[in-house]
């Protein structure tokens, strides 16, 4: 789980959130998290995006309203959060109960040459959430932390975010379908069944 900087190995613990992973749904922040929920495995619950960069948390508030019976995990980078931050006071308004948001943080932008992001220089998301009124929170920078984060990310009452620290290194990009339309028509009908295009 630990890669040899110290730090969580992002794939290893996307493997970890999404293993036996029942019906819950997932939206990937782009890049990283996006590649690694398709390395772990493609289907049609999951939601990748492509571009929106700091829509990601957004969407899965979105998903989780319209859909309260199912969990649903936003998974996306610190660049991505940081350009969404407004989000999370919506969500704490909102407070869907079945909605968990877990950053991997490597506070760097990986899609864009690696520059630092403010995380690198004493941002703390998880203060930031807290601020916005998200009661349950969490951060990860040890691999015994990992199964509580697990936990929490399928039980507890939302909404909830956590912050984990993970390598910085480049992994095998494992790329999910790249059309849009394709993404949400699949997700679509694996909610609402093969009809689900005439509505």
């Keep these: 789980m630990l890669a040899e900087s110290g730090k969580i190995d992002r794939r290893e613990l996307t493997r970890a959130l999404l293993a036996d992973r029942g019906g819950m749904l997932v939206i990937a922040g782009l890049g990283a998290p996006a590649w690694d929920i398709t390395a772990v495995g493609d289907g049609p619950q999951n939601l990748p995006l492509w571009g929106g960069m700091g829509a990601a948390a957004m969407i899965g508030l979105g998903l989780a309203l319209a859909q309260p019976e199912r969990r649903v995990l936003v998974l996306t980078g610190d660049g991505e959060m940081l350009m969404g931050i407004g989000s999370l006071a919506t969500i704490a308004h909102q407070a869907p109960k079945n909605l968990a948001i877990v ?3 490597n506070e760097h932008y990986g899609e864009t040459g690696m520059q630092e992001t403010a995380t690198r220089h004493g941002t703390d998301l998880v203060t930031m959430a807290e601020g916005a009124g998200i009661k349950r929170t ?35 990009l494992v790329l999910p379908p790249r059309e849009g339309a394709i993404l949400q028509a699949r997700m679509r009908e694996h909610l609402l069944g093969p009809e689900a295009h005439l509505a």
């Design 138 to 172: 969490m951060r990860v920078t040890r691999a015994d932390e990992v199964p509580p984060l697990v936990q929490a990310v399928r039980g507890a009452d939302g909404p909830f975010f956590a912050v984990v620290k993970v390598d910085e290194k480049s992994k095998p």
């Design 103 to 105: 950053v991997q943080d």
